[in-house]
């Protein structure tokens, strides 16, 4: 016992993870498990999932998961990211009485950075229009649904914005 005190002691490189793991065990996976707790799992996005969407388009959108991401060259460069569809997502298929997000393939219409629901008397920060009836990626509450639009959080709906260009591929499934 002697030995080991004079290597705890000492500090050996080689040594020094095995004493920290025998005297320190219940402090070092707590304070890593903390730092990652924040945000939830999954953080990825599945295989099954990205051959759903495509590798051509720019932006892709599971509306079962309700979740958003970015992709360049079939390569994900954001997310995936929480979002809520539109209210009426899985109730009744989409039409003009409709409030359900459309799914399929899209592309990028236009973009306006303030851009404002005169129908429904709202703002609609960072909007990425997609899809005929104005539906579009913008900022939104996450907890209230769009009228078929695609609610983002502030941060990622900003960065949809920066991401798609006019033209890009959008993918909704």
Known sequence: MGTVIALVATTHTAVAPAAAAVTAVPAAPVAPAVAQEPRPAPDVVTPAEAARCGATAGACVDLAARTAWLQRDGQVV??????????????????????????GAFHVLRKDADGYSSEFDE?????????????????????????????LSAADATAFFDHLRIGDGVTVF
């Open 78 to 103: 954001l997310g995936p990211v929480p979002m809520l569809p539109g209210a009426d997502t899985f109730k009744r298929p989409p039409g003009p009485t409709s409030s359900a997000t459309p799914t």
């Open 123 to 151: 703002p609609m920060n960072h909007a990425v229009y997609f899809a005929p009836g104005g539906i579009a990626f913008h900022e939104g509450s996450l907890t209230t649904s769009s009228n078929g639009c695609i609610h």
